[in-house]
Nanobody
Framework: VQLQASGGGLVQAGDSLRLSCAAS????????MGWFRQAPGKEREFVSA????????SYSNSVKGRFTISRDSAKNTVYLQMNSLKPEDTAVYYC????????????????????WGQGTLVTVSS
């Protein structure tokens, strides 16, 4: 499985961006796809995840209400719509895929994911 993330860039506070992550290769029947981010000098943190089968979603408290995760099954692509961006959202954003189903309460743990994309940089200026 390969994950290709795109859509990052430099924006101003309050702007919006949409990240995409296209999955190719063997696609499992009930995967979980998630977004994580890592700012310089900080650990990787969970942003959001979606369960492919029923579109159930999970968000971190820091992005809830501003970010929306969605998926397009025909394109094997997951999106992260990011609105009202803040300078503290600046980070490299990684998409990840878990091959098998998982309780939403556990989707925030990076070790639960089997595949990772290369990351896309989002920079939000004040």
């Amino acid at each position: 499985v390969q994950l290709q993330a795109s859509g990052g860039g430099l924006v101003q506070a309050g702007d919006s961006l949409r990240l995409s992550c296209a999955a190719s290769g063997r696609i499992f029947s009930r995967p979980i796809m998630g977004w994580f981010r890592q700012a310089p000098g900080k650990e990787r943190e969970f942003v959001s995840a979606v369960r492919w089968s029923d579109r159930s979603t999970s968000y971190s408290n820091s992005v809830k209400g501003r970010f929306t995760i969605s998926r397009d099954s025909a394109k094997n692509t997951v999106y992260l719509q990011m609105n009202s961006l803040k300078p503290e959202d600046t980070a490299v954003y990684y998409c990840a895929l878990r091959a098998n189903n998982l309780a939403l309460g556990s989707v925030g743990q990076p070790e639960m994911y089997d595949y990772w994309g290369q990351g896309t940089l989002v920079t939000v200026s004040s």
